[in-house]
């Protein structure tokens, strides 16, 4: 143990840094956060690409029915939804 200058009370060696045990707990936690957030960031982009298909089969699907409801059934019975869909 140290003396203070002109003190006579003894100071610890600890001057308020970390210990090992401490900085590695926190770097699991902030390894737990990050994981979880990039696992969230792929779900999320993964679901934003099937909503993205599924609005667009929507879509086109109701472009066919208004198109059967005002012409009638078409004589050729496979095709495309050209030229944006082919």
């Not at 143990?1 to 590695?24: D, H, I």
């Not at 960031?41 to 066919?64: C, F, P, Q, V, W």
């Amino acid at each position: 143990m140290y003396r203070k200058a002109g003190s006579s009370t003894p100071v610890s060696s600890r001057n308020g840094g970390f210990t090992l045990l401490e900085t590695l707990i926190a770097l699991a936690i902030i390894s737990g956060v990050l994981v979880t957030v990039l696992v969230t960031l792929d779900y999320h982009i993964d679901a934003t690409g099937r909503i993205r298909a599924m609005t667009t089969a929507t879509l086109l699907a109701r472009e066919k029915v208004e198109d059967i409801t005002i012409n009638g059934l078409p004589v050729v019975s496979e095709g495309d939804f050209a030229p944006a869909f082919p």
